[in-house]
């Protein structure tokens, strides 16, 4: 028996799959390296995390360089959460932070590090706040209404936008907005960003990381040495194909990738944080997996496959519609199936329904609903770009859905008959969530799940250091944002939109503070 597990254990070895990010590169050569660059902080990346760190040192005084391969700002979406703002307390809102931190572990299966999520939670509001103030009140925080009011996938009201005041410097709204603000008090602070810039490798004297070797748009080497401290804050791996087979394999399955400029999140700080000695937390990590592959909508209507069958419970989050979405056959996209009453079922059910992608993602809290919100023009827009189809059948709207006639018929006249008895015998939507399906025009929206991010990374300390394979921290490298782990596990937890902005700037602080402490 033991010759038998031994030979398993032996031929598994063997047949791991070797990636090329394990092989560590060759240094570059010294004589290739045209020029050294320094700094109390240099950072590797120039998103949220990465411009927010360097902004909370500019603000405490450390010379700064970012290095970003973008040739721009680099951002997506438009949401930042926040347990407690005071917008929030203006509109009389609380959030119990113990029932919001066991909902969190739950979707995300426990495979949370807890001291991690109470540092989100602790000082999510500082966070935010301080944003707020360096943009000296140019920008106008509001709070996002379109949450999930059903009773069991709870999204709490604590996701925020901000907008531009009207004669504000900023040009930009959303996430890119956040990052102008970060990026205007990093310069204005005579600190450094270098863009159009790659980093390949990072260097250690001895056991500390003390800089990294860049490649610019000349196609010249330099090397930025920080002093104090160097920053990994270069997003996620969902644009390389084979960290997400090694990592998260269901981050394949979208035909559709939602990032940002596109491509650009291949874990290049990932790669470099493992030829360093880090630790990488266990797979499978997180996926963000949003509904914009195709449209910005679902609803809360029957849904169908590409058979034209239902195929779940509609009043659910967003994560799982994208998961079943995908389970389905040929589960690239799905379709939403209403009529000509849909508009006024949206806004009937408004106050119980909702949802991310069942309201604009402009959609202000305590703002009623409006007959002049656009939500129908959206839908005239996808008929006319043929991504909802319209029709005065069934039989021509399966027709232009390329589904089967007979299996769009039987399912539609099967959800007039639960809508009838008032109860989902099938799936188990709330009554009050049924519509009939039966005055024409006939409409089918189709929308699918798209790749956003991947959260999991190197595993770090509450203190942001990134962690050796036996649990040490790696003088003088800290991780912030996407490439770093263990707040996440499973699913990324939607029960509050925009968490992955607000843990960014809370973990740019943190990462700000180690360094002071660590330099005293």
């Known amino acids: 028996m033991m010759d038998f597990i031994e030979t398993a254990k032996s031929n598994a070895k063997e047949e791991k799959k070797k990636y090329s990010w394990e092989t560590i590169p060759a240094p570059i050569p010294e004589e290739e390296i045209v020029e050294t660059l320094e700094a109390d902080v240099a950072i590797v990346g120039g998103g949220i995390a990465g411009l927010g760190t360097g902004a909370r040192c500019t603000e405490q005084g450390l010379s700064v360089i970012v290095v970003e391969k973008y040739k721009g700002l680099v951002a997506r979406g438009a949401h930042i959460a926040s347990l407690d703002s005071r917008v929030m307390r203006e509109h009389g809102i609380t959030i119990d932070k113990e029932q919001f931190a066991r909902d969190w572990m739950r979707i995300c299966g426990s495979r949370v590090n807890e001291d991690l999520l109470w540092l989100y939670i602790n000082k999510s509001e500082e966070a935010f706040e301080w944003l707020l103030d360096l943009a000296e009140g140019e920008v106008i925080p509001l709070l996002f209404g379109g949450n999930y009011k059903g009773p069991d996938f709870t999204e709490y009201a604590g996701t925020h936008f901000i907008v531009r005041t009207e004669n504000s410097r900023y040009k930009y709204n959303g996430a890119m907005l956040m990052c102008e603000i970060l990026q205007d008090k990093i310069l204005a602070g005579g600190n450094q960003i270098v863009r159009n810039t790659r980093v390949e490798q990072l260097e250690k004297e001895g056991d500390r990381v003390v800089a990294f070797i860049a ?306």
């Open 215 to 520: 490649k610019g748009e000349d196609g010249k080497y330099r090397r930025y040495r920080g002093n104090k401290a160097v920053v990994l804050a270069t997003g996620d791996i969902g644009g390389n194909p084979e960290m997400l087979e090694a990592f998260s394999p269901l981050g394949l399955k979208p035909k559709r990738n939602g990032y940002y400029p596109p491509g650009l999140n291949t874990g290049d700080g990932h790669k470099m944080a493992y030829w360093a000695g880090a630790a990488f937390e266990d797979p499978a990590w997180a996926l963000s997996l949003h509904l914009i592959a195709y449209s910005l909508y679902a609803f809360f209507f029957l849904h169908v496959n590409r058979q034209g069958k239902r195929f779940m419970n509609e009043d659910t989050w967003v994560q799982a519609k994208a998961i079943r979405c995908l389970m389905q056959p040929e589960g690239d996209w799905a379709y939403s199936i209403f009529d000509a009453k849909w508009f006024d079922e949206v806004g009937e059910r408004v106050n119980i329904a909702g949802g991310q992608f069942s309201e604009p993602l402009g959609a202000i809290y305590g703002q009623e609903w409006s007959k002049d919100n656009g939500i129908d023009q959206a839908i005239e827009r996808y008929v006319k770009k043929g991504t909802c189809f319209k029709a005065d059948t069934l039989e021509e709207l399966a027709e232009q859905m390329e589904v089967p006639v007979e299996n769009l018929k039987a399912t539609v006249a099967r959800y007039n008959e639960l809508y009838q008895q008032g109860k989902d015998l099938d799936y188990g939507k709330r009554p009050e969530l049924l519509t009939s399906i039966d005055k024409p025009p006939y409409y089918a929206l189709k929308w699918g799940p798209a790749l956003l991010n991947v959260h999991g990374g190197v595993i770090i300390d509450p203190k942001m250091r990134v962690m050796d394979k036996n649990d040490r921290p790696i003088p003088g490298l800290l991780a912030v944002g996407n490439v770093s782990g263990g707040l996440y596990g499973v699913d990324y937890p939607l029960l509050l939109n925009g968490n992955s902005h607000g843990r960014a700037l809370v973990w740019a602080r943190e990462a700000t503070d180690t360094i002071l402490e660590e330099n005293k």
